[in-house]
């Protein structure tokens, strides 16, 4: 794969992790880790891994992403730190 | 989160997206054991389908794709049907989940082997599909929350 893309992909991993690490909303953070699973699971394509990359797409960016808003949805929407 | 209201927009999309996703997931099942894919990925593709629907619309809606009370056993026919195969293949004669030795007339054992990952391959399929719902199941309904 061109290495430049490799390159704004891994900073977007970067990128998509400290923001779901710092978000104040829960609701952001659940988006920022599916952005982070997608990222990644183009990533694993790339390096040649495409049923690694496959499964983290379905199981990181889709299931549970919905998991987390039902979790979000029993408790609260604000972190308390 | 305590805010809630419908959206027609969003039902229309989840409408129009739950089949083609779907249909994929069911690609990915059947052709799970000759390219990339299988039946984890191709049974979290249909769990997500219908979690889709779940999501966008009410439980009331949402039971008519996949009825609550038959997500359990699907689960436990999914599990039938892989160590059935398993189990089959070892009373048999062979080891266990060693395909050549199952009873289908008239398959060279090279189709033999195919044929039987392709079975293992929907079993395990049904059994992450309604794990997945299952598990949304009983968090949605508060169940497991206490």
Same mark, same amino acid.
């Given at each position: 794969?061109?290495?430049?893309?490799?390159?704004?992909?891994?900073?977007?991993?970067?990128?998509?992790?400290?923001?779901?690490?710092?978000?104040? !909303?829960?609701?952001?953070?659940?988006?920022?880790?599916?952005?982070?699973?997608?990222?990644?699971?183009?990533?694993?394509?790339?390096?040649?891994?495409? &049923?690694?990359?496959?499964?983290?797409?379905?199981?990181?960016?889709?299931?549970?992403?919905?998991?987390?808003?039902?979790?979000?949805?029993?408790?609260?929407?604000?972190?308390? &730190? | 989160?305590?805010?809630?209201?419908?959206?027609?927009?969003?039902?229309?999309?989840?409408?129009?997206?739950?089949?083609?996703?779907?249909?994929?997931?069911?690609?990915?099942?059947?052709?799970?054991?000759?390219?990339?894919?299988?039946?984890?990925?191709?049974?979290?593709?249909?769990?997500?389908?219908?979690?889709?629907?779940? %999501?966008?619309?009410?439980?009331?809606?949402?039971?008519?794709?996949?009825? !609550?009370?038959?997500?359990?056993?699907?689960?436990?026919?999914?599990?039938?049907?892989?160590?059935?195969?398993?189990?089959?293949?070892?009373?048999?004669?062979? !080891?266990?989940?060693?395909?050549?030795?199952?009873?289908?007339? $008239?398959?060279?054992?090279?189709?033999?082997?195919?044929?039987?990952?392709?079975?293992?391959? %929907? $079993?395990?399929?049904?059994?992450?599909?309604?794990?997945?719902?299952?598990?949304?199941?009983?968090?949605? &309904?508060?169940?497991?929350?206490?």
């Amino acid at each position: 794969m061109i290495w430049e893309f490799e390159l704004l992909l891994f900073a977007f991993l970067l990128f998509a992790a400290i923001v779901a690490l710092e978000a104040r !909303n829960l609701l952001v953070s659940v988006v920022m880790l599916s952005v982070f699973s997608f990222s990644a699971a183009l990533l694993f394509a790339a390096m040649g891994a495409v &049923d690694v990359g496959f499964t983290e797409a379905v199981v990181g960016a889709g299931v549970t992403g919905i998991l987390f808003v039902i979790a979000i949805h029993k408790t609260s929407e604000k972190t308390s &730190d | 989160m305590k805010r809630s209201f419908e959206s027609p927009i969003t039902l229309l999309g989840a409408r129009a997206l739950a089949p083609f996703i779907m249909m994929f997931g069911l690609y990915v099942i059947f052709h799970g054991h000759y390219s990339p894919g299988g039946g984890f990925q191709g049974g979290a593709l249909l769990a997500a389908s219908v979690l889709l629907m779940r %999501v966008a619309s009410g439980s009331k809606t949402s039971s008519l794709v996949l009825s !609550n009370a038959i997500t359990t056993p699907m689960g436990v026919l999914g599990v039938f049907i892989y160590f059935g195969t398993g189990l089959l293949a070892m009373l048999l004669g062979s !080891n266990f989940l060693d395909y050549e030795g199952l009873p289908i007339p $008239g398959l060279s054992p090279e189709y033999l082997r195919y044929t039987g990952i392709l079975i293992i391959e %929907v $079993g395990v399929g049904l059994a992450v599909m309604a794990a997945l719902v299952l598990i949304y199941d009983k968090m949605a &309904d508060g169940e497991v929350s206490s």
